[in-house]
């Protein structure tokens, strides 16, 4: 493989300093930041997460709570204990863990969550905000694509960008993300006909549609950007991509890994949003006054 890496860790790594530094100003005002992670499964993936992201709080001095409902918690349980933690102004962040119980839904149950405090764009309304280019939190892996390449300084005006993947967790909000950073984005998902036709015309393939070594050589251009936000289980358990990574490496300019790549980038910009709150209509986040004063 001779493609760049862009890996995650060092992106994650800058914004979990810049969070660290406020959020110590912010509690010595008393101006506390807590999310709420409410989870009803017993899945163990998700509880590794959720103890992720528990350790990076913990780093940076963001409380997180975990309400944990069980796996036979019904909608409606589900639906109050995310609105009551809407309605608690000790909380600024709230998360809905998947998978949820059989029968439930995230489409259903994520309008249960304040739009200020949807910190993962789970919220249907907050993905009709993203649409219409007003305030939100778009989800965070989508918003993780364009952090890790605003960090490794590849620019997306103009650019032609060809999103595999049409979920509304990655792929749909991610067209809009690009979008509204002057790409022309083509979308084309598992199904699409003549797949690597579709991707070989990009200058950024983004891999987001959940299977397995889906992208290929064949799939790539020379000299192009590859980011694999997929995230699969191989037969041994080990986690792997939707990207043939080390054949794609050797065609592509440069590729981002999995694990270590947007994964690392999507829990720092969880805390972020918790941190920091909305964005204004520009996309930016702006520190809560005084703090970070002595960066």
Known sequence: MSARILSGRPVAAALQARLAADVEELNRRGEHRQLVIVTATEDPSSASYVRTLQRFGAKIGVTVTVADLGPAASADRIRSTLQAAGANEDVHGIMLQTPLPEGTALADLGGAIAIGKDVDGANPASLARLLAGDPCFAPATAAAVVELLDHYGIGLAGRQVAVVGRSLVVGKPLLHL??????????????????????????????????????????????????????????????????????????????????????????????????????????????????????
Do not use: C, M, W
């Not at 690597?196 to 990009?202: E, V, Y």
């Not at 950024?204 to 050589?217: E, F, N, Q, T, W």
């Open 178 to 295: 690009l979008l509204n950073r002057d790409a022309t984005v083509t979308a084309a998902h598992s199904k699409t006909a003549d797949l690597a036709a579709a991707t070989r015309s990009a200058e950024v393939v983004v891999a987001a549609a959940g299977r397995a070594g889906l992208i290929g050589p064949a799939h790539v251009a020379p000299g192009s950007v590859v980011i694999d936000v997929g995230t699969n289980f191989d037969t041994a358990g080990e986690l792997v991509g939707d990207v043939q990574a080390d054949a794609v490496g050797t065609v592509a300019a440069a590729l981002s890994p999995v694990p270590g790549g947007v994964g690392a980038v999507t829990t720092a910009l969880l805390f972020r949003n918790t941190v920091y709150g909305l964005p204004h209509a520009s996309g930016t986040q702006a520190l809560p006054a005084a703090a970070g004063a002595a960066r």
